[in-house]
């Protein structure tokens, strides 16, 4: 089955740089990338996603590539600020009607 | 709004009692899933669902069990509730619209089992 790998698990910034998550997935069948952001006692929410025909999307400060041939994801923050520290989560997804497996999550903290 | 809400928020139970998990959306998805949170190993899924009858096994299924009797609940089960299932746990649905598959996730479910 689908395995998706994430690293690092703690990551921490200063303010104003920036911060890259990776990821690396099994299941070449998957098409589908979120990346999802989980604050202090809540449920995971969506901030972007990428379909494996697209080799990158960028929304604002944040942005995502993938390499379909290497299997590889990347989330990239610029110009963090203190509303960005969170767990994130990246996961992979064969489409239509299938499920989404996750990634271990990374704790992100900027530090002013 | 459409929503999905989870209950209870807390529930501490004894080992070996039964424990239902209740997940409800108003999102009309037939996708629903129910994931566990632990530390070090993010997210993983339990039991999914792609539409009214019809249920899944994930990855740590097991001592978990799943129905599905309509569009808008998916609720887990746990047997007979062991301390390894103390966890957080996540309900989620979605559907596929457009080449995407967001996931829309409740509020979770701290279970305690004693």
């Known amino acids: 089955g689908e395995n998706v790998e994430q690293h690092p698990s703690t990551l921490s910034v200063q303010e104003g740089d920036s911060a890259v998550i990776k990821c690396t997935y099994s299941?070449?069948?998957?098409?589908?990338f979120p990346w999802y952001k989980q604050e202090l006692g809540k449920g995971p929410q969506l901030i972007i996603d990428?379909?494996?025909?697209?080799g990158e999307k960028k929304d604002q400060r944040i942005a995502v590539t993938l390499n379909k041939t290497a299997k590889h994801f990347s989330l990239h923050i610029t110009e963090t600020q203190p509303e960005d520290s969170a767990v994130y989560f990246c996961a992979a997804s064969a489409g239509s009607a299938s499920k989404i497996i996750f990634g271990s999550g990374t704790r992100l903290s900027i530090r002013p | 709004d459409a929503e999905i809400t989870q209950s209870p928020r807390h529930k501490i139970t004894e080992t070996g009692r039964q424990v239902t998990l209740a997940c409800h959306q108003t999102w009309n998805h037939n996708n629903m899933f129910w994931y566990r949170q632990d530390l070090g190993h993010g997210l993983r899924l339990i039991h999914y669902?792609?539409?009214?009858?019809?249920?899944n096994k994930g990855e740590v299924s097991d001592g978990y069990s799943v129905s599905r009797s309509n569009t808008e609940d998916l609720p887990l089960t746990l047997e007979s509730a062991a301390s390894s299932q103390t966890s957080v746990y996540f309900c989620?649905?979605?559907?596929?619209?457009?080449?995407?598959?967001?996931?829309?996730f409740g509020q979770g479910t701290r279970l305690t089992v004693v």
């Open positions: 299941d070449s069948a998957s098409n589908y």
């Open positions: 669902s792609y539409g009214v009858q019809d249920t």
């Open positions: 990428i379909r494996s025909n697209v």
């Open positions: 989620a649905s979605s559907e596929y619209r457009k080449g995407n598959t967001e996931a829309f």
